[in-house]
């Protein structure tokens, strides 16, 4: 997941997807590029810089939908430029993305990550090019005037498209997902038991279940997770002490003892088999490992056991096909209990839907919780709301492309969850979407934070889920974030509030830290 960014200050900015692939951008119309004098909120004057996936700090620049594009992805002095359709179509591969709208920002250049291209956007008197970085037709102010321009430091005139604005084409459409088979036997489900058999009795049966600390089903007395033993690379499942039991702890200091393990692989205890496993590629980490299983003890209705602490470069998820969680438009509802003192403002901290695939597939291809205070890629104005005094964390809707936290960016409803253990709460149907909170130790019921619309203002109606699964990062494994997670599900259809309060009763019943 990555943000729509509005940046101010001509600083090197880690920014979003905008690829053309070459396949495709011979047949797409473009606009032409000049200085024209600046004028206030002209739109064919204001530009954003959006999130580049997969790279770390290269920058795409838009203007309403159509990228700086070098034409033809020519590489030499002199190469022209103009405004095309940004690509929306998933990253498809190591060495298989076209470069041509890649900008890295810095000091007052916006310079080609073409390979090969060691030249600048510049616009001359034919028009904008390839050229030398230290041409005074290179050098810009970023938004210094009106917001949005991009100002030629010498002529002070502003970048401009002119032309007809070329229709914008669709996103190719997603693989369809394989078919959902629930499985051949269903947990025993008991009335007043554990999150699961809440879920399932109320018809939203858990399509996956994750948890750390305990059975999530009064029935299940199964695997909850595996650890590695670092000195040896043995590893050993630990299960629920009982049905509806805490996690065996003891058998874990045991077999951990006089070194370190990890946690490999968390459990689904739905039976959808949709475990969460560790050690994949990361964004920012050369692979996101598992958590120390040790690191975190706490203590739960009287019960010793250990929380998962991700310190950044740690995640999980399922890169198979996942089976049965929501897809397309689907409904679907989630809960998850994670730590309330350890977080950041880096992406991204999330359990939830996501790609089916280490990858950022554009507006609506995520549904995740996010917690944390990652607000960076707001714009300007929405962070202009935030009151002095917040300072997160926050509940979020990961939606991909961006975290919400309402319709489009600042919700003054969601103010910030200062609770050692938190419960949050987020649930998506056609056009909609909620957003809960409560302290997982006392009663109170949840508090929410924000139901009603979607975001407007990008391709989040109708939303194109892909089933994925993920733990501790975003979609394309970014892998900053920080968060503790103890326990969460994931369910098919979207449940009504009675149940997310039986939920809630039940977190708080358990006696988390006590």
């Given at each position: 997941?990555?943000?729509?960014?509005?940046?101010?200050?001509?600083?090197?900015?880690?920014?979003?997807?905008?690829?053309?692939?070459?396949?495709?951008?011979?047949?797409?119309?473009?606009?032409?590029?000049?200085?024209?004098?600046?004028?206030?909120?002209?739109?064919?004057?204001?530009?954003?810089?959006?999130?580049?996936?997969?790279?770390v700090?290269?920058?795409?620049?838009s203007?309403?939908?159509?990228?700086?594009?070098?034409?033809?992805?020519?590489?030499?002095?002199?190469?022209?430029?103009?405004?095309?359709p940004?690509?929306?179509d998933?990253?498809?591969?190591?060495?298989?993305?076209?470069?041509?709208?890649?900008?890295?920002?810095?000091?007052?250049?916006?310079?080609?990550?073409?390979?090969?291209?060691?030249?600048?956007?510049?616009?001359?008197?034919?028009?904008?090019?390839?050229?030398?970085?230290t041409?005074?037709?290179?050098?810009?102010?970023?938004?210094?005037?009106?917001?949005?321009?991009?100002?030629?430091?010498?002529?002070?005139?502003?970048?401009?498209t002119?032309?007809?604005?070329?229709?914008?084409?669709?996103?190719?459409?997603?693989?369809?997902?394989?078919?959902?088979?629930p499985?051949?036997?269903?947990?025993?489900?008991?009335?007043?038991?554990?999150?699961?058999?809440?879920?399932?009795?109320?018809?939203?049966?858990?399509?996956?279940a994750?948890?750390?600390?305990?059975?999530?089903?009064?029935?299940?007395?199964?695997?909850?997770?595996?650890?590695?033993?670092?000195s040896?690379?043995?590893?050993?499942?630990?299960?629920?002490?009982?049905?509806?039991?805490?996690?065996?702890?003891?058998?874990?200091?045991?077999?951990?003892?006089?070194?370190?393990?990890?946690?490999?692989?968390?459990?689904?205890?739905?039976?959808?088999?949709?475990?969460?496993?560790?050690?994949?590629?990361g964004?920012?980490?050369?692979v996101?490992?598992?958590?120390?299983?040790?690191?975190?003890?706490?203590?739960?209705?009287?019960?010793?056991?250990?929380?998962?602490?991700f310190?950044?470069?740690?995640?999980y998820r399922?890169?198979?096909p996942?089976?049965?969680?929501?897809?397309?438009?689907?409904?679907?509802?989630?809960y998850?209990?994670?730590?309330?003192?350890?977080?950041?403002?880096?992406?991204?901290?999330?359990?939830?839907?996501?790609?089916?695939?280490?990858?950022?597939?554009?507006p609506?291809?995520?549904?995740?919780?996010y917690?944390?205070?990652?607000?960076?890629?707001?714009?300007?104005?929405a962070?202009?709301?935030?009151?002095?005094?917040?300072?997160?964390?926050?509940?979020?809707?990961?939606?991909?492309?961006?975290?919400?936290?309402?319709?489009?960016?600042?919700?003054?409803?969601?103010s910030?969850?200062?609770y050692?253990?938190?419960?949050?709460?987020?649930?998506?149907?056609?056009g909609?979407?909620?957003?809960?909170?409560?302290?997982?130790?006392?009663?109170?019921?949840?508090?929410?934070?924000?139901?009603?619309?979607r975001?407007?203002?990008?391709?989040?109606?109708?939303?194109?889920?892909?089933?994925?699964?993920?733990?501790?990062?975003?979609?394309?494994?970014?892998?900053?974030?920080?968060?503790?997670?103890?326990?969460?599900?994931?369910?098919?259809?979207?449940?009504?509030?009675?149940?997310e309060?039986?939920i809630?009763?039940?977190?708080?019943?358990?006696?988390?830290?006590?």
């Amino acid at each position: 997941l990555e943000y729509v960014v509005v940046v101010n200050q001509p600083i090197m900015i880690v920014l979003l997807l905008c690829a053309l692939l070459v396949a495709q951008a011979s047949s797409y119309a473009t606009m032409q590029l000049e200085l024209e004098p600046c004028e206030a909120n002209a739109a064919n004057q204001t530009f954003q810089f959006v999130s580049l996936i997969p790279y770390v700090n290269p920058a795409a620049v838009s203007n309403q939908g159509y990228c700086l594009s070098i034409t033809n992805f020519l590489n030499s002095e002199g190469s022209s430029i103009d405004a095309a359709p940004c690509y929306k179509d998933p990253v498809v591969g190591p060495g298989k993305e076209v470069l041509a709208q890649f900008w890295e920002l810095q000091n007052g250049m916006l310079q080609s990550l073409q390979p090969d291209t060691p030249f600048c956007f510049g616009i001359t008197k034919s028009g904008a090019a390839l050229v030398n970085c230290t041409s005074p037709s290179a050098q810009f102010d970023f938004f210094s005037g009106h917001q949005g321009t991009i100002v030629n430091k010498a002529s002070k005139l502003c970048v401009t498209t002119s032309g007809t604005p070329p229709p914008i084409p669709p996103p190719s459409p997603l693989p369809p997902p394989p078919p959902c088979k629930p499985p051949r036997t269903q947990p025993e489900l008991t009335p007043n038991g554990g999150p699961c058999d809440i879920y399932g009795i109320s018809g939203n049966p858990c399509v996956a279940a994750h948890s750390v600390v305990r059975a999530l089903y009064a029935s299940y007395s199964g695997p909850l997770y595996m650890v590695v033993r670092e000195s040896d690379k043995k590893n050993m499942t630990i299960t629920a002490l009982k049905p509806g039991g805490f996690a065996n702890s003891t058998a874990q200091d045991t077999f951990c003892a006089g070194t370190d393990c990890v946690i490999y692989m968390i459990y689904d205890q739905s039976n959808y088999g949709n475990h969460l496993f560790a050690n994949h590629p990361g964004r920012h980490y050369a692979v996101d490992t598992g958590v120390n299983a040790s690191e975190l003890p706490i203590t739960i209705g009287g019960h010793r056991v250990y929380g998962a602490k991700f310190n950044g470069g740690m995640g999980y998820r399922n890169n198979k096909p996942t089976n049965c969680l929501a897809v397309g438009d689907e409904p679907e509802s989630m809960y998850s209990v994670f730590g309330g003192g350890h977080y950041s403002d880096e992406c991204c901290f999330d359990y939830g839907n996501a790609e089916a695939h280490i990858g950022a597939d554009g507006p609506g291809t995520m549904e995740a919780i996010y917690f944390g205070n990652c607000t960076g890629w707001w714009s300007r104005e929405a962070k202009a709301g935030i009151p002095k005094n917040w300072h997160g964390p926050y509940i979020m809707a990961d939606l991909e492309a961006g975290m919400y936290g309402g319709n489009d960016t600042f919700n003054p409803s969601n103010s910030p969850v200062n609770y050692e253990f938190v419960s949050l709460m987020l649930k998506g149907r056609h056009g909609e979407l909620s957003l809960k909170t409560g302290d997982a130790q006392t009663s109170g019921g949840l508090t929410t934070k924000y139901d009603g619309c979607r975001p407007q203002h990008a391709d989040y109606n109708p939303m194109r889920k892909q089933g994925g699964l993920i733990l501790g990062t975003g979609g394309d494994n970014s892998d900053r974030g920080l968060g503790i997670f103890y326990e969460g599900a994931m369910t098919s259809g979207y449940v009504q509030p009675s149940i997310e309060e039986a939920i809630q009763e039940n977190i708080v019943a358990i006696g988390y830290g006590n």
